[in-house]
């Protein structure tokens, strides 16, 4: 009896307690029954309503960033922020909320500095390996989820330059060197990660290929050439993801700062693909108030050099047109309705660490290129191998990832700095280990070549762990492993025929080894769960099915600019510049290579490569046959692919065109592709609808695509050197 007096007691207490707190809650804001408040109004009026209520010191205050940690600039609404790269002012009195932004290019970066935790994903490079569009929107989807749990309601990752210079620092945040395979990719990632009711960003438009000079760098390029290769990439990523912001980039493009350029920001991006969202400049890449703001720079970051008083008193002498700024102002306050910002405000909450790291873990398997594997190397069996010999920096305690703002801080690591080295806490040996209990497995750093040699020449099977780290605010001189890894591994190769490298890199190596040893594998900046996804590769469990989206060349003198063009001597050094105030840019590259870049430079030039794009081995192999090409408004390519080995696999099926010999192109490009799950024995029919835009060329002329008349060669195969089945027909 007593039990139900005290349940009865406490259930009165509570029910006081409810009544009592009910008394002293806060009354809905005015704004919550306000007009722009009604869900049932497209995205474009609510922000119209919106406008119509705000002050000009308001507007003012949207169009540009409140600083970010140690950015350097005084900052009276700094205790407003988050701890991310940095946030664009709300107006509370109007329920439109704070835009809070953080780096997000493959995790959420600083979260050592709130005291979080972030997944760190395979690096963009690594996941387009999968060429698989579910696998990106899982991508993204778990970056916008941590996004909001950390409190963040804008992603600032969403790269997409392709990669026409390999040595770029930053070639580990973007998706390889085909337009349409990239622009695929982003634009279903973003188009999940905005799903979760973030701001999804895409970047950096456009021709951010280098890092050396990147604040005073004059990309030179033709408007055909720039349409077909960086712009088509991103038209395709706006197109699938609908993302709410596009970032400028640093350098100038024939001449104007990509942030004040008409022809880029307004002429193509607005104009052409009627792009409704806001643009962002990239971190200190805004260059004037006028000049940007006619141009189309909707917002200046991370502070207010141009947009903030500046901008004011342009509008109040009448340089600037209220109109201009009103403007500006709805794009931002559309893209956060449209983005559910405002229907949906964040409220921090825990991470799903199991459940993201197992999705990390999966994106990883599906990432890895097997590139070698002679006299069926791999998989080990785990039963059958008695020694194993680990050895390479940091294979004993984790796997390394890429640099800059990209850098997602590791668990219990402090928050990276600037230039660091981070390896994430993912242990290849302990992986190793877990998978052949059995086995006697031992370690050797590799500083010392040849004390390596004597551990690998006593073992089984020898895996050499090389890396290459990679940052933005730099490139790489070459794309030579440092520090005498070539050596490492030639010393182990000579002392074991059964060498595996695998390696961690964030862009192409070279590989004077490649003939020595029985077996690469390519596992790229792997990842929080990196390790175990190796592991599994390696002993079989997953039958590796990606494949490269980057060529590997044999050596930086087949690059289309052997020789890095670097900026004047009195240039910034590798760390990135708080803001520059420069009027036009300094030193010119000159991208003649024009439409050849990756793989259609080196069949244009006959360049043979150490591993062609599309390349990728499996455990099984696959056949094609029964090849038929559909003409019409929307081409189909149909065909046969066969499992002809012994294991289950995923095999991507990729189809090439040759356009006729007047389009003057390279002789082929990827035009579609489909991944496809066989059984041993299993055969299946695919079917390819190709986008006429994929199949036309860019006339400067009438400023649009065109298809060119005449007889166009498809190819279909497992890369883009393998391909065995061949069809022409006439389109018109």
Not at 457 to 484: H, I, Y
Not at 568 to 583: D, F, I, K, N
Request: net charge negative.
């Amino acid at each position: 009896m007593r039990k139900y007096s005290l349940f009865a007691v406490a259930a009165l207490f509570l029910a006081a307690f409810v009544a009592h707190a009910q008394r002293f809650q806060r009354p809905a804001p005015a704004w919550a029954h306000a007009a722009w408040m009604n869900q049932s109004l497209s995205a474009g009026e609510r922000a119209d309503l919106v406008l119509k209520q705000m002050t000009l010191d308001e507007k003012i205050g949207m169009i540009h960033g409140e600083g970010m940690a140690g950015w350097g600039q005084p900052n009276a609404f700094a205790y407003l922020g988050n701890g991310g790269a940095g946030f664009t002012l709300g107006v509370d009195r109007l329920g439109i909320p704070i835009i809070q932004m953080s780096d997000a290019a493959y995790g959420v970066r600083s979260s050592a500095m709130n005291g979080r935790y972030s997944t760190a994903l395979p690096s963009n490079l690594g996941a387009s390996s999968s060429w698989d569009t579910d696998a990106a929107c899982e991508y993204g989807a778990l970056i916008g989820r941590e996004l909001r749990a950390q409190g963040y309601n804008m992603t600032l990752g969403g790269g997409v330059n392709i990669t026409r210079e390999p040595r770029n620092g930053r070639t580990f945040e973007y998706q390889g060197e085909d337009p349409i395979l990239a622009g695929t990719l982003v634009g279903n990632r973003i188009r999940c990660e905005q799903a979760q009711h973030v701001i999804g960003d895409i970047k950096h438009y456009a021709v951010n290929d280098q890092e050396s000079g990147r604040n005073e760098v004059n990309a030179i390029i033709s408007k055909r050439a720039l349409q077909e290769t960086d712009l088509m990439a991103f038209h395709i990523g706006i197109e699938i993801g609908n993302p709410q912001a596009v970032m400028c980039s640093y350098n100038a493009i024939n001449g104007d700062f990509a942030c004040e350029n008409k022809y880029t920001l307004t002429d193509v991006l607005r104009k052409q693909w009627g792009f409704k969202g806001f643009v962002l400049s990239d971190w200190g890449g805004t260059h004037s108030t006028e000049k940007a703001s006619a141009a189309g720079l909707d917002n200046e970051e991370p502070g207010q050099v141009f947009y903030g008083e500046a901008y004011k008193q342009a509008v109040e002498s009448g340089k600037i047109p209220m109109s201009e700024l009103d403007e500006h102002v709805r794009r931002i306050l559309r893209a956060e309705f449209a983005a559910g910002l405002v229907d949906h405000p964040v409220h921090k909450s825990v991470v799903d660490v199991f459940g993201d790291l197992a999705i990390a873990r999966h994106i990883e398997e599906q990432s890895i290129v097997l590139l070698r594997n002679e006299h069926h190397q791999l998989p080990l069996n785990a039963s059958a191998v008695k020694t194993i010999a680990v050895i390479g920096d940091h294979a004993d305690s984790g796997m390394l990832s890429g640099g800059g703002s990209a850098q997602v801080d590791p668990p219990g690591h402090h928050q990276a700095r600037w230039g660091e080295h981070v390896w994430f806490p993912t242990s290849p040996l302990k992986a190793i280990q877990a998978m052949a209990p059995n086995a006697q497995v031992s370690f050797d750093a590799g500083s010392d070549p040849q004390a390596a040699a004597t551990l690998a020449a006593k073992a089984d099977v020898a895996l050499v762990f090389v890396n290459q780290w990679t940052s933005e605010g730099m490139d790489l001189n070459d794309l030579t492993l440092a520090n005498n890894q070539d050596g490492l591994v030639e010393a182990v190769a000579k002392a074991n025929p059964h060498t595996v490298v695998v390696v961690e890199s964030g862009t192409v190596v070279t590989m004077p080894w490649v003939d020595q040893v029985s077996g690469i594998v390519e596992a790229w900046y792997a990842g929080s769960d990196g390790a175990a996804a190796l592991a599994n590769v390696l002993f079989g469990k997953v039958n590796p099915s990606a494949k490269l989206t980057v060529t590997f060349p044999l050596s930086v003198a087949d690059l289309p600019h052997p020789t890095l063009v670097k900026p004047p001597a009195h240039s910034e050094g590798a760390a990135p510049v708080q803001r520059h105030v420069l009027t036009s840019p300094t030193f010119s590259v000159n991208y003649d290579e024009g439409i050849e870049v990756g793989y259609k430079w080196y069949d244009a030039q006959k360049k043979p490569v150490l591993f062609p794009f599309g390349y990728g081995l499996s455990y099984t192999t696959y056949s094609y046959s029964g090849l038929k090409v559909t003409p019409g408004a929307k081409p189909t390519v149909s065909f046969t692919v066969k499992n002809t080995g012994s294991r289950a696999g995923v095999e991507i099926a990729e189809v090439y065109a040759a356009l006729p010999p007047s389009a003057n192109e390279p002789p082929k490009r990827l035009v579609g592709w489909s991944r496809v799950t066989l059984n041993p024995g299993e055969s299946k029919q695919v079917t390819v609808s190709i986008d006429p835009m994929y199949l036309s060329i860019f006339d400067e002329a009438s400023n649009v695509f065109k298809l060119v008349p005449g007889s166009y060669g498809f190819m279909v195969g497992g890369s883009s050197q393998s391909l065995p089945l061949h069809k022409s027909v006439t389109l018109e």
